[in-house]
């Protein structure tokens, strides 16, 4: 059973800092997975942050281009988010996901990130 653990979320002011990471355990082949970050605010849609693929290509939400960085670490199933220059409307729970076109994915349990002076 695959299982995808988030942490790093916090209260930070706005214009602070962040790295969220996620762990992946389980039977899975890691390497194969597009790793994405999806966040949700109260009230709004879950939307897609920033998305790394399995050969290194990443991807971002206009809202966080130049202040986010999605990276990962294949050797020891980790993917992280450098979150810089936080605002107040990054406030949300952070999703980790796994995806992959034939294989499906796994959901993360979520971390909370606050940005409030």
């Known amino acids: 059973q695959v299982q995808l653990v988030e942490s790093g979320g916090g209260l930070v002011q706005p214009g602070g800092s962040l790295r969220l990471s996620c762990a992946a355990s389980g039977r899975i082949s890691f390497s194969v997975y597009t790793m994405n970050w999806y966040r949700q605010a109260p009230g709004k849609q879950r939307e897609l942050v920033a998305a790394?693929?399995?050969?290194?290509?990443?991807s971002y939400a206009d809202s966080v281009k130049g202040r986010f960085t999605i990276s990962r670490d294949t050797a020891n199933k980790r993917v992280y988010l450098q979150m810089n220059s936080l605002k107040p409307d990054d406030t949300a729970t952070y999703y980790c996901?796994?995806?992959?076109?034939?294989?499906?994915?796994?959901w993360g349990q979520g971390t909370q990130v606050t940005v409030s002076s």
């Open positions: 790394v693929t399995p050969g290194d290509t990443t």
């Open positions: 996901n796994s995806h992959h076109t034939l294989l499906g994915g796994t």
